[in-house]
C-alpha cells in the first residue's frame, strides 16, 4: 500500500537546477531511512544520496558539493536539490524508502532529469 511518488524532473541546461521531490502515501517516521537512486538507459542504478534515521546525509562522490538530500516528515517528503547540473547527470531519477522497523523497501516510479544544451 506504500506509493513514493517523485516530482520535479525535466528538461535543464548544463549548470542549471532542479529541485525533486518524492511524496510518500504513508507516514515518514524519524527511522525511516530515505534515498535518490539514478539509472541511465543501459546503465545500473546508482546511488545518488541517501539520508539516515540519524539524519546523516550520505553522498555518492560524483554529486558531492552539488546536490543536498533534506526530508520534511511532517509533509512525508524528501527532496533532492540538485545544482551545478552536467549531462552526466541524465537520468531516471528513484525515490526509495527503507522503513526502520523490518527494512522493508519501496521504490517510487521515478522522474526523467535530462540535462542538455
Known amino acids: 500500500q506504500v506509493q513514493l511518488v517523485e516530482s520535479g524532473g525535466g528538461l535543464v541546461r548544463p549548470g542549471g537546477s532542479l529541485r525533486l521531490s518524492c511524496a510518500a502515501s504513508?507516514?515518514?517516521?524519524?527511522?525511516?531511512?530515505m534515498g535518490w537512486y539514478r539509472q541511465a538507459p543501459g546503465k545500473q542504478r546508482d546511488v545518488v544520496a541517501t539520508i539516515t534515521s540519524g539524519g546523516s546525509p550520505y553522498y555518492a562522490d560524483f554529486v558531492k558539493g552539488r546536490f543536498a538530500i533534506s526530508r520534511d516528515n511532517g509533509k512525508n517528503t524528501v527532496y533532492l536539490q540538485m545544482n551545478s547540473l552536467t549531462p552526466d547527470d541524465t537520468a531516471l531519477y528513484y525515490c526509495?524508502?527503507?522503513?526502520?522497523?523490518?527494512?522493508?523497501?519501496?521504490w517510487g516510479q521515478g522522474t526523467q532529469v535530462t540535462v542538455s544544451s
Open positions: 504513508i507516514r515518514i517516521w524519524g527511522i525511516d531511512t
Open positions: 526509495k524508502m527503507i522503513r526502520g522497523l523490518g527494512n522493508a523497501e519501496y
